[in-house]
Each structure stands twice: as structure tokens, then as C-alpha cells.
T-cell receptor, first 112, second 112 residues
Framework: DSGVTQTPKHLITATGQRVTLRCSPR?????VYWYQQSLDQGLQFLIQ???????AKGNILERFSAQQFPDLHSELNLSSLELGDSALYFC???FGTGGEAFFGQGTRLTVV | DQQVKQNSPSLSVQEGRISILNCDYT??????FLWYKKYPAEGPTFLIS?????DKNEDGRFTVFLNKSAKHLSLHIVPSQPGDSAVYFC???????????FGTGTQLKVEL
């Protein structure tokens, strides 16, 4: 158990809909990262938050947004969903400015 | 632009032998490198890391080697065990707390 909790584990929704993925980082970790893994591909970096502030942005679509709350949990919002958004979405957390990142189990999103 | 590359999508090794997984990178600003292992339907699990000031780091059966001049790192697993069968990702980051950039992964199969 990495200590990073992601909910829900599975999500099936229709095209055009909006979903929210939730991540609770390890206790004390200030950084939260979101990654997308599509169909046996690598992990694509979406966005990073550090202590409530956006720190870095990757290839995140405009239809996607995220935030980190004062209790440090984070939410990734995906809207106007398309079939191609079907993927595994991982959240990772890290204590501060170095060391390894710990990953949650992921949310498998299926858009039908 | 794929800054971290794992050119072998798969590797098959006999139990008890050495597994060598390779990774190349292009960004000379990377200063911290990590290896993760991933089973299906689970999040990546941290294995071992190395800072750019070192050329070798060992942890039990796992050793990571870094060749900065060649921008190459490798993970050696000795002896390989069937439970090591998984996808292995290498990752790199620049500076403190920055995002991890992942390779596309190598599927390792350890056969009896």
C-alpha cells in the first residue's frame, strides 16, 4: 500500500459527460501529480500541484482541470468527455522537493 | 519529443539469470533517475533511484547504473525471479520536486 488513495477505482460514463477523479496523497506529502496512461503507453504527465498551488503543466487538455485543496487532496475534472479520454489516470504524491513519488492504484475511466 | 526512451518493449529472461533493462535520455538537465515496476491494474511501485552525482546504486537484487556521458541508465536484476515479471518504467526529473518524465516501459517476463 503506497498510502496514496484514488477514488473511484473504475468509472464508466458516456461521451459528453463530466467526471471528477479524487486523490488523497500520503500523509504529509505536499506535491500531487496527475498522469494519464492510455492503452499500454507510457505515463503522460498532466499537471502538478504543490501545497495548493499549480506548479507545472504537461499535455493537459483544456477540457481537463485540476485543483488541490487546503487539506492537500486533489481532484482532476474531465469534461466534454470523448472516447479517446478512456485511460488509466494515476495520482502520485511526493513529500517535497526530491525523492521518489508514490502512486495510487489509479482510476480506470471508460468513455462509451 | 520523447525525452526518456526505453527502446526494448519486451524482455524475456530465465529464472536465476540476470535481467538488464535499459533507458536513454536526451535532457542533460535531468539530475535524478528512478525505476518503477508496474503490475496490471495497479499503480507503479518505486524500486530504486539514483542521483546524477553517483554512477551506481544498489538495493538487494536491484542495481541501477548511470552513465551520464552516454545519457544512459540501466537496471540490473540478479537473480531474476518469476515475481519480477512486470512492466518496468524508468523516469527522470530536473531540479527539486519537478515532474517525473517516464519512458514507455519494458515488459519483463521471467520464465521458469
Amino acid at each position: 500500500d503506497s498510502g496514496v488513495t484514488q477514488t473511484p477505482k473504475h468509472l464508466i460514463t458516456a461521451t459528453g459527460q463530466r467526471v471528477t477523479l479524487r486523490c488523497s496523497p500520503r500523509s504529509g506529502d505536499l506535491s500531487v501529480y496527475w498522469y494519464q496512461q492510455s492503452l499500454d503507453q507510457g505515463l503522460q504527465f498532466l499537471i502538478q500541484y504543490y501545497n495548493g498551488e499549480e506548479r507545472a503543466k504537461g499535455n493537459i487538455l483544456e477540457r481537463f482541470s485540476a485543483q488541490q485543496f487546503p487539506d492537500l487532496h486533489s481532484e482532476l475534472n474531465l469534461s466534454s468527455l470523448e472516447l479517446g479520454d478512456s485511460a488509466l489516470y494515476f495520482c502520485a504524491s511526493r513529500f517535497g522537493t526530491g525523492g521518489e513519488a508514490f502512486f495510487g492504484q489509479g482510476t480506470r475511466l471508460t468513455v462509451v | 519529443d520523447q525525452q526518456v526512451k526505453q527502446n526494448s518493449p519486451s524482455l524475456s529472461v530465465q529464472e536465476g539469470r540476470i535481467s538488464i533493462l535499459n533507458c536513454d535520455y536526451t535532457n542533460s538537465m535531468f539530475d535524478y533517475f528512478l525505476w518503477y515496476k508496474k503490475y496490471p491494474a495497479e499503480g507503479p511501485t518505486f524500486l530504486i533511484s539514483i542521483s546524477s552525482i553517483k554512477d551506481k546504486n544498489e538495493d538487494g537484487r536491484f542495481t541501477v547504473f548511470l552513465n551520464k556521458s552516454a545519457k544512459h541508465l540501466s537496471l540490473h536484476i540478479v537473480p531474476s525471479q518469476p515475481g519480477d515479471s512486470a512492466v518496468y518504467f524508468c523516469a527522470a526529473s530536473t531540479g527539486g520536486g519537478n515532474k517525473l518524465t517516464f519512458g514507455t516501459g519494458t515488459q519483463l517476463k521471467v520464465e521458469l
